[in-house]
């Protein structure tokens, strides 16, 4: 029952701040702040416990399940399920929802409540889609995500948010429309080869169809999910939803709204279709590169500081998607691990954006610079952060990185040397970036004030945790292990890219593909 | 006693966090914390080595697991420090050119800086110790990139400057270009061998693969790239001389005594690979011969006294890479030792230089100030004597003369290897030299305003001793260093059939070159300038004096071959081409809209035409 608890106190939250809103501006902010700490704390407990029994590590279980009837007609039940990698993803979005609010807790100057009536209503949309193992509810859940986030973006936004809004809605709607295409495909092709119609995710699992079949659906799940991961070249909504977005919403969006696109390959996409997927794995690989250099070549150009973040938000999914379609436990890991350490790193980088807009009222890097030597703080933050963008060891977006990057080149020597370049472009970025924005001279003689007392704090929590994930990333790698396995089980069928070496040798050559390989 | 090893990177660690988060309270004891830290450790290197020395631990290493960093199957590298013969000498310089560099800086940087310089150098010595301590490549990356990341943030440490932003940013990017090659090196030994542990990893790398297999050339050419960005080496050396940016003390610190020798302690590190890849291993050597050569030809035209270091350090850098590449292991770490002392106090004698007149750079600027500051100027030459390897009494004549001896009479060495490090020998003392005269000698062009105080004073004549007399640590007979060495790296193979006596045919041959290139830029910079200038000035002579100075033109090429292409790639597709699609489709949904909306014009009779067209045209197609 506490699965349903978990998506409930958001829901409820929401509702109440903005019943509560006509009492004051103030009542949303802390009816949403205590709701999530409320949640925090409930994941936090139900983490330790987990850790202290065991049952991270078996695998092949779920750590925690709710099944009940629904709409018995379709055969679609209201079924919920706990993982590693969901309840690491749960954490992810709890954590960076506290982020959202405490970021926005001036910013915000009207319809405050309707404004964090959204906010926790994503979260707890987003929450849904890591629980749910039956696929009617996790559309359900999936479309319920768009809305609130529609909202945000629109009334809330930037200048050019009507544009943003517009065309991040048909994107992803029009990309979902396929995925429910997809999900009815999958329902009759095992209802009539069974004759039980059912939604249920693992009575789904190892359907039997022929290869045509099994392409045709794969590609509908990939395209609902690349839209949202983004994968190139179905990316170009992303950098004008985020640019438009207030800062809660571009941190939810990069944080959280493309994790569900890499959550998904992982959960339904590989593990239904283990086929279909190992025959597209060399073409999603390529993709995952081409977005990883792609995203940082054109992060690199932009003027507008929103803009150029969202671009490297491309280039760090392509490290998931490589990893996702790699298929091995080194990669699989790592994968978790980049999804978890963009979320933070990106996430404070648009936090950072959005306290220099409300400084400056502008976006355009030409229009600042030197701006160290007032704000050290908020200076410091955000090196800290561009060096995790590039990829600095220590730091948490190094330690999924360079684990992508070890499985992938099990699987394809070429796509890993490619996307090493990954370190160089980003560099090249990450630099510009911090010398536009801090370094040089203050041309226009801007007189700033440095971080406050809560600005400050929400930078600190977002250090130690990317600190923390890239010195000892172990306790989130032990999380997810018991998941990738299971997930790993499923998806036998996936026979992920060999390629035989010629001068390959005996000995520890095999005890390596024995551990890399996942299984 | 052993187990305190991980004192040494912790105690500029917690400087550095100190530093980061103590904020302006600090104020003036900004330095006192800077330097007290890099002084706590290097006082705990000094215990260890002796605990090290008094009772060597089994197999003369030590290791400590701190913890572990990541555990992904068999993929486990921990935060792990390795202490064996090499790792301690590295550390026992590192820290030690450390204290004394921050000594000199708590006075050298003014008082409103400090918070901040200390903060990045103690974070560099961090990183560094750690570098050479670490016990698996994973580790050793860490502190491998973190070095870099503190030589960014401190060449471009005065930032209101865009140049000095440049200098750093190019620095950052080119060593990033070796650090990628080194990250696929480590794909590639993992896959291969299912670890990275550096001992582990030598051992199944010498028990698995052939030597000149596939596998050992390809690997062994990924690490030396990685060893070529940070070491400033051909063709990645571009980097080093527009480091000099950075403040004085960083370029002692950083761009000449340690990170820039990372590379050479990386492959010394590796060295099992490299000896598996025989003609990698070549090439180390003629990489090394080239660079000394190269960058001794650009050192001598320099006007600016820290580029000319900045080209001295490639160049002496390269005599390491040639010592590597013929498997003189010893020899290398032995040259890295004296370098780290004579090229610091060089730097730090130049600071002071550059202080007393102002910030000012160019030598042609200077002169006479061997008056005016006395100290300055004995302690430079004592500096200058040993690099350019002053026979007998300093300690760069024991270190680069054995690095000659052994390019000729390894095994795998060649006369001409020989010649291009005796030839580089030569130029060396030739720019040491001019730089000697133009400064110090001649008419006084200038003033000199501050004098050092006896905090700048001190360093500098710990680092002076340790320049003339460092190297009776390996006098010939008495080989204590590299005795020490063996029990870290494999000994020397020397050809047969050398006899002992040619030895000390070749140490005259190399006094003399030396002593030739210290009389002959007597005679060109300080009896007879004009005649230096007229060969300038000399058509012929004017184009090389170019070239030369701008480093080969390398620059040009890089800018040309890839930042000009990479900019322009990256603002020519800055529209985002793949978005043009979808807003084509959007533009041409909407023209499709209002092309149909054309036809609703509310009048009877078209729609009547209309609807009559799409009557008969439906009666068409059901007839046939």
Request: proline fraction near 4%.
């Given at each position: 029952m506490i699965l349903a608890w978990l998506i409930l106190l958001p829901f409820a939250g929401g509702l109440l701040a903005w019943l509560a809103a006509s009492r004051g501006d103030a009542w949303p902010r802390w009816i949403s702040l205590i709701a999530l700490l409320a949640e925090l704390a409930a994941l936090a407990v139900l983490w330790a416990g987990f850790a202290r029994g065991g049952s991270l590590a078996a695998p092949g279980r779920w750590l925690s399940e709710l099944d009940l009837s629904w709409i018995p007609a379709l055969g679609a039940r209201f079924h919920l399920a706990l993982d590693g990698v969901g309840l690491l993803m749960l954490l992810l979005t709890t954590f960076l929802g506290i982020i959202a609010v405490v970021a926005?807790?001036?910013?915000?100057?009207?319809?405050?409540?309707?404004?964090?009536?959204?906010?926790?209503?994503?979260?707890?949309?987003?929450?849904?889609?890591?629980?749910?193992?039956?696929?009617?509810?996790?559309?359900?859940?999936?479309?319920?995500?768009?809305?609130?986030?529609?909202?945000?973006?629109?009334?809330w936004g930037?200048?050019?948010?009507?544009?943003?809004?517009?065309?991040?809605?048909?994107?992803?709607?029009?990309?979902?429309?396929?995925?429910?295409?997809?999900?009815?495909?999958?329902?009759?092709?095992?209802?009539?080869?069974?004759?039980?119609?059912?939604?249920?995710?693992?009575?789904?699992?190892?359907?039997?169809?022929?290869?045509?079949?099994?392409?045709?659906?794969?590609?509908?799940?990939?395209?609902?999910?690349?839209?949202?991961?983004?994968?190139?070249?179905?990316?170009?909504?992303?950098?004008?939803?985020?640019?438009?977005?207030?800062?809660?919403?571009?941190?939810?969006?990069?944080?959280?709204?493309?994790?569900?696109?890499?959550?998904?390959?992982?959960?339904?996409?590989?593990?239904?279709?283990?086929?279909?997927?190992?025959?597209?794995?060399?073409?999603?690989?390529?993709?995952?590169?081409?977005?990883?250099?792609?995203?940082?070549?054109?992060?690199?150009?932009?003027?507008?500081?929103?803009?150029?973040?969202?671009?490297?938000?491309?280039?760090?999914?392509?490290?998931?998607?490589?990893?996702?379609?790699?298929?091995?436990?080194?990669?699989?890991?790592?994968?978790?691990?980049?999804?978890?350490?963009?979320?933070?790193?990106?996430?404070?980088?648009?936090?950072?954006?959005?306290?220099?807009?409300?400084?400056?009222?502008?976006?355009?890097?030409?229009?600042?610079?030197?701006?160290?030597?007032?704000?050290?703080?908020?200076?410091?933050?955000?090196?800290?952060?561009?060096?995790?963008?590039?990829?600095?060891?220590?730091?948490?977006n190094f330690v999924g990185e360079f684990l992508v990057l070890l499985g992938a080149y099990q699987a394809s020597i070429p796509l890993a040397v490619l996307a090493s370049l990954g370190f160089i472009v980003s560099t090249v970025y990450a630099l510009w970036l911090v010398q536009g924005v801090f370094l040089g001279v203050n041309r226009r003689k801007l007189r700033l004030p440095d971080y406050n007392l809560r600005e400050s704090a929400v930078m600190a929590a977002l250090i130690v945790v990317i600190t923390a994930l890239g010195l000892y990333p172990q306790p989130v790698l032990n999380t997810a292990r018991g998941a990738i396995k299971k997930l790993s089980g499923y998806a036998a069928g996936y026979h992920r890219p060999h390629k035989a070496d010629p001068g390959a040798q005996p000995g520890p050559v095999a005890g390596v593909r024995r551990q890399g390989g996942g299984s | 006693m052993l187990r305190l090893l991980f004192l040494i990177p912790f105690f500029p660690f917690a400087g550095f966090a100190a530093l980061a988060l103590g904020g302006r309270r600090l104020g003036r004891r900004a330095a006192v914390v800077g330097a007290g830290s890099v002084g706590l450790s290097a006082l705990a290197t000094l215990v260890l080595s002796a605990a090290f020395l008094i009772s060597p631990p089994r197999g003369y290493a030590y290791t400590q697991t701190l913890w572990t960093w990541m555990k992904v199957g068999g993929f486990a590298p921990g935060i792990s420090l390795y202490l064996d013969a090499l790792s301690l000498v590295m550390v026992l310089v590192i820290s030690i050119v450390s204290f004394l560099i921050h000594v000199y800086s708590g006075s050298f940087m003014s008082a409103g800086e400090g918070r901040r310089f200390f903060a990045y150098m103690n974070l560099f010595v961090g990183f560094m110790l750690t570098l050479v301590l670490a016990d698996n490549l994973v580790l050793l990356y860490l502190g491998w990139e973190g070095v870099g990341l503190c030589s960014y943030l401190l060449i471009g440490f005065w930032?209101?400057?865009?140049?000095?932003?440049?200098?750093?940013?190019?620095?950052f990017i080119v060593t990033r270009v070796g650090d990628t090659s080194m990250a696929i090196g480590l794909f590639l030994l993992f896959a291969r061998l299912g670890t990275l542990d550096i001992q582990e990893l030598l051992r199944l790398a010498s028990a698995h693969w052939q030597a000149g297999s596939g596998l050992a050339v390809a690997a062994a050419l990924l690490l030396l790239g990685g060893a070529l960005g940070k070491s400033a080496q051909l063709p990645l050396q571009t980097w080093l001389p527009d480091a000099m940016a950075g403040p004085t003390p960083v370029s002692a610190l950083i761009h000449a005594a340690t990170m820039v020798t990372a590379g050479v302690y990386l492959i010394a590190r590796t060295n099992v690979l490299f000896s598996l890849a025989p003609h990698v291993r070549l090439l180390v050597a003629v990489i090394g011969a080239v660079t000394l050569l190269l960058a001794g030809f650009s050192a001598l035209v320099q006007r600016d006294i820290k580029r000319v270091l900045a080209y001295s350090t490639i160049s002496q850098v390269g005599y390491m890479f040639l010592a590597l590449g013929v498997g003189a292991w010893s020899a290398a770490i032995f040259?890295?030792?004296?370098?780290?002392?004579?090229?610091?106090?060089?730097?730090?004698?130049?600071?002071?230089?550059?202080?007393?007149?102002?910030?000012?750079?160019?030598?042609?600027?200077?002169?006479?100030?061997?008056?005016?500051?006395?100290?300055?100027?004995?302690?430079?030459?004592?500096?200058?004597?040993?690099?350019?390897?002053?026979?007998?009494?300093?300690?760069?004549?024991?270190?680069?003369?054995?690095?000659?001896?052994?390019?000729?009479?390894?095994?795998?060495?060649?006369?001409?290897?020989?010649?291009?490090?005796?030839?580089?020998?030569?130029?060396?003392?030739?720019?040491?030299?001019?730089?000697?005269?133009?400064?110090?000698?001649?008419?006084?062009?200038?003033?000199?305003?501050?004098?050092?105080?006896?905090?700048?004073?001190?360093?500098?004549?710990?680092?002076?001793?340790?320049?003339?007399?460092?190297?009776?640590?390996?006098?010939?007979?008495?080989?204590?260093?590299?005795?020490?060495?063996?029990?870290?790296?494999?000994?020397?193979?020397?050809?047969?059939?050398?006899?002992?006596?040619?030895?000390?045919?070749?140490?005259?041959?190399?006094?003399?070159?030396?002593?030739?290139?210290?009389?002959?830029?007597?005679?060109?910079?300080?009896?007879?300038?004009?005649?230096?200038?007229?060969?300038?000035?000399?058509?012929?002579?004017?184009?090389?004096?170019?070239?030369?100075?701008?480093?080969?033109?390398?620059?040009?090429?890089?800018?040309?071959?890839?930042?000009?292409?990479?900019?322009?790639?990256?603002?020519?597709?800055?529209?985002?081409?793949?978005?043009?699609?979808?807003?084509?489709?959007?533009?041409?949904?909407?023209?499709?809209?209002?092309?149909?909306?054309?036809?609703?014009?509310?009048?009877?009779?078209?729609?009547?035409?209309?609807?009559?067209?799409?009557?008969?045209?439906?009666?068409?197609?059901?007839?046939?």
């Open positions: 926005s807790w001036e910013g915000i100057g009207y319809r405050t409540g309707f404004f964090h009536f959204n906010l926790l209503w994503i979260l707890a949309a987003i929450s849904g889609v890591f629980l749910a193992v039956d696929l009617f509810l996790f559309y359900f859940f999936w479309e319920l995500m768009l809305m609130p986030l529609y909202f945000i973006i629109g009334i930037h200048e050019n948010r009507v544009y943003a809004t517009l065309k991040f809605f048909i994107f992803t709607q029009a990309s979902s429309l396929v995925m429910l295409v997809a999900i009815l495909g999958l329902y009759f092709v095992h209802g009539r080869a069974s004759g039980n119609y059912t939604f249920d995710y693992l009575k789904l699992l190892g359907t039997p169809m022929s290869s045509f079949t099994e392409m045709a659906l794969m590609l509908g799940f990939f395209i609902a999910f690349a839209v949202k991961l983004p994968v190139l070249p179905l990316h170009s909504w992303l950098p004008d939803a985020h640019t438009e977005a207030p800062t809660a919403g571009s941190v939810h969006l990069a944080g959280l709204v493309l994790k569900v696109g890499a959550f998904g390959m992982l959960r339904f996409l590989i593990p239904l279709f283990p086929h279909a997927a190992s025959d597209f794995s060399p073409l999603a690989m390529t993709l995952a590169v081409a977005g990883i250099l792609y995203g940082a070549l054109l992060a690199f150009t932009q003027t507008d500081l929103k803009r150029m973040v969202a671009y490297t938000s491309i280039s760090h999914m392509g490290f998931v998607l490589l990893g996702v379609f790699a298929w091995n436990q080194l990669a699989l890991e790592g994968a978790v691990i980049v999804m978890i350490a963009h979320g933070v790193s990106t996430g404070a980088l648009f936090v950072i954006a959005g306290d220099l807009q409300d400084r400056i009222h502008s976006r355009d890097i030409d229009r600042m610079g030197g701006l160290w030597s007032m704000m050290p703080r908020m200076g410091g933050a955000a090196l800290l952060f561009a060096l995790a963008s590039l990829g600095l060891p220590g730091l948490g | 930032y209101k400057d865009a140049a000095n932003g440049r200098a750093a940013r190019k620095a040259h890295f030792m004296t370098h780290a002392f004579f090229k610091a106090l060089l730097f730090l004698a130049a600071g002071v230089v550059i202080k007393s007149l102002a910030d000012e750079h160019d030598m042609f600027r200077m002169g006479g100030l061997r008056k005016q500051l006395p100290l300055a100027f004995w302690t430079f030459l004592a500096g200058a004597a040993s690099l350019s390897a002053l026979p007998l009494i300093t300690a760069g004549f024991y270190s680069k003369d054995l690095i000659l001896w052994d390019a000729w009479s390894s095994a795998s060495g060649s006369g001409w290897l020989w010649a291009a490090g005796l030839a580089g020998a030569f130029l060396t003392s030739i720019y040491t030299f001019r730089m000697v005269f133009l400064t110090f000698f001649g008419r006084a062009r200038a003033r000199a305003g501050s004098l050092p105080g006896f905090s700048i004073k001190a360093p500098l004549v710990a680092l002076a001793a340790l320049s003339l007399a460092g190297g009776f640590v390996e006098a010939p007979g008495v080989p204590l260093l590299s005795r020490f060495l063996h029990h870290a790296l494999p000994p020397f193979k020397q050809a047969a059939g050398i006899g002992a006596g040619a030895q000390l045919v070749f140490e005259v041959i190399a006094a003399a070159a030396s002593l030739a290139g210290i009389y002959l830029a007597y005679q060109l910079f300080l009896r007879r300038p004009a005649g230096a200038g007229a060969l300038a000035a000399s058509s012929a002579g004017g184009l090389l004096h170019r070239w030369w100075f701008s480093g080969w033109g390398f620059d040009w090429f890089y800018d040309h071959g890839f930042v000009l292409p990479y900019s322009w790639l990256a603002r020519a597709g800055r529209s985002d081409l793949p978005d043009l699609a979808f807003t084509g489709a959007a533009r041409l949904a909407a023209a499709a809209g209002r092309l149909l909306g054309r036809t609703q014009t509310g009048r009877t009779r078209w729609y009547a035409a209309g609807i009559a067209a799409g009557a008969i045209i439906i009666l068409l197609l059901t007839v046939n």
